[in-house]
Structure formats: C-alpha cells, structure tokens
C-alpha cells in the first residue's frame, strides 16, 4: 500500500517536473517586439520539438503572439515567458503556417479563448496532414506531448489582413506557395520588422518539399524583402537582415534552379542533376548533407512539371 502511494505520488511528481521545467528566453528584437530562437536541428525530445522560431508583440491593448509551438508545453513556457515581461493579456495567435512546430501549441491559446489565425491554404494543409504531425510528434515528444492535441485556427485569411492594437499595425500577408502551400508573413510597418515565416531560413540549409513551391518561393521571398525590413525574424536560424536571408535562402535557391534548367536543357536525367551538381558552396549551412541532395531531387520534379 505504502509502496503503491510513493510510486503514484513519484509518477505524479515526476509528471509535474516534465510540466514545469521548459524555460524559454526571449530576445529582444527591438522595443516590445520579442523572438523565442528554436534549434537549427530536427525536432527531438531534448529539444522539445522546438526547432523553429515563436515570437510575440507587447502593445498598450494586449499581446500578439506569432506561433503556439509544437506542444501545449511549449505553449504554455512561451505564455509564462510573456507573463515575465508584460501583465498584457494575448488577444491574437498567429500560426505562420501549416507545419507542426508552428501550430501544434493552439489547444492551449484555444483554452483561454484566444482566437487563431493562419492563411486559407495553412488551414486546408492543417486538416490534410494534422493527425499524422500529430502521431508522429508524440513518437519524438512521448511524455513531453502530454496535452497536445490538435486546434484549427479559428479564423482564415486569403489574401492580406490587418490586425491592429492600440497603435501598432500587424500586416498578415501571403505572397503565395513557397515553402509550403500556405506560407505568410507578419511585417510590422511602424517598426520595419518582419517575421518572414518559412520564406526565410538562415544558419540552417532550406528543405524543399512537396506541399511547396521552390519558384514561387524565389517570388514571395522578393515581395517579402521589397517592404524593406530593417530586422527579419525568419522561420529558422537566428535573427537576421536581407543581405543574409538572400546568401542563405535565395541564392541557393536560384543556384539550383539555375543549374537544374541548364542539365533539363540538355536532356539530363534526375540522377545525373543529384550526382553533378556541386553545391558545396552552401556547405556551411547545418544539415547541407541530410537535406542538399533531397533538394535536388525535388526542385527537378518540380521544374518538370513547369512550363517555361
Ligand atoms: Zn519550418
């Protein structure tokens, strides 16, 4: 019997030290804007699943938050987080767009009422590919997932939409697939910040894969830089400016483009273009050998399927 309550009582305690021991540290971006930096790696249970970029913005009539994590977990240090810099409640929760590390938190924001909002294309890749993220999260996650489940935005957007508090403005804007289907970025005009999502990946090598676009990310990720950002907080990497958001995303982009047109043009197979082409010149960025080759192999699928 005795033995019986130690061990709940260690199961319970233990339950609580998984709870409460996720201390997060937001940077300063600039004055009341805040950046939560995930790992550069793959989602692991020491890393909590956290290998992308939150963020949040204090203004006088409440706090905005930019992606709820992977877990009810992270969600919960990142509101614990905010508690410690303003009593400001959160009034908005954005998901920039549909991949788990950006979206997996909402139940948690959902339970206080918090409305949701993610781009049109997000959602329908939400509802696609939710319970698979989700299976797959708790294999990495196991106890740390504990009370992570899934919850949709509650409010889409198409296009571009305006999100204002007291005095400070939050354009929402989709430049269309790029990453993913359902990209988007959150651009704050007064302050010239822009948290540019997945458009920008720096430190980190970008993966391409098929629910994006590599063409049209070249595109959204110029429309992007045109609102002319003085800080950029991108989707992966620490923060950075456009000069090398281009070096790490754009160039190596266009790079493969480039190359993989020219071997289309003479009629080279898939094969050939993952073999020849050299793109060692990226190798500084972190997980060049897990992801460069892979990256190949999909911009070639792609770029067949487009017309010139
Ligand atoms: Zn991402």
Same mark, same amino acid.
């Given at each position: 019997m005795i033995k019986r309550i130690i061990f709940t009582f260690l199961i319970f305690w233990s339950a609580q030290i998984v709870a409460d021991d996720l201390l997060l540290k937001p940077v300063q971006v600039s004055p009341n804007i805040y950046a939560v930096i995930g790992d550069i790696g793959g %989602?692991?249970?020491? #890393?909590?699943?956290?290998?992308? /970029?939150?963020?949040?913005?204090?203004?006088p009539e409440g706090v905005v938050i930019i992606n709820s994590g992977p877990s009810t977990r992270v969600a919960k240090a990142l509101h614990a987080a905010i508690r410690k810099i303003t009593p400001q409640p959160v009034k908005w929760v954005i998901n920039v767009n549909s991949q788990s590390h950006y979206w997996l938190g909402n139940a948690y924001f959902q339970s206080l009422n918090i409305p949701i909002i993610a781009h049109k294309e997000a959602g329908r890749l939400m509802h696609?590919?939710?319970?698979?993220?989700? +299976?797959?999260?708790?294999?990495?996650?196991?106890?740390?997932? +504990?009370?992570?489940?899934?919850?949709?935005?509650?409010?889409?957007?198409?296009?571009k939409r305006e999100i204002k508090l007291g005095s400070v403005v939050f354009q929402l804007i989709s430049f269309g697939s790029a990453h993913t289907a359902g990209d988007m970025v959150v651009w704050l005009p007064q302050q010239k910040v822009l948290f540019s999502g997945d458009l920008v990946f720096t430190e980190r090598l970008l993966a391409v894969i098929p629910i994006g676009n590599s063409g049209g990310?070249? $595109? @959204?990720?110029?429309? +992007?830089?045109?609102?002319?950002?003085?800080?950029?907080?991108?989707?992966?990497? $620490? !923060?950075? /400016?456009? !000069?090398?958001?281009?070096?790490?995303?754009?160039?190596? &982009?266009?790079?493969?483009?480039? +190359?993989?047109?020219?071997? !289309?043009d $003479?009629? @080279?197979? &898939?094969?050939?273009?993952?073999? $020849?082409?050299?793109?060692?010149?990226?190798?500084?960025?972190? /997980?060049?050998?897990?992801?460069?080759?892979?990256?190949? #192999?999909?911009?070639?699928?792609?770029?067949? %399927?487009?017309?010139f």
């Open positions: %989602q692991s249970y020491e #890393n909590d699943g956290l290998n992308s /970029n939150l963020g949040f913005v204090v203004t696609e590919m939710g319970e698979m993220q989700l +299976a797959s999260l708790k294999g990495v996650l196991k106890d740390k997932a +504990a009370g992570t489940q899934i919850t949709y935005p509650s409010e889409l957007f198409q296009d990310w070249v $595109k @959204a990720f110029d429309s +992007a830089m045109a609102l002319g950002p003085k800080r950029i907080v991108p989707g992966h990497g $620490k !923060q950075t /400016n456009v !000069q090398q958001a281009t070096r790490d995303t754009r160039d190596y &982009l266009v790079f493969n483009r480039t +190359a993989i047109k020219k071997m !289309q $003479k009629g @080279a197979s &898939l094969q050939e273009a993952v073999e $020849k082409i050299d793109q060692s010149k990226f190798r500084y960025l972190v /997980n060049f050998d897990l992801l460069s080759r892979r990256n190949v #192999n999909q911009i070639f699928t792609e770029m067949e %399927q487009e017309s």
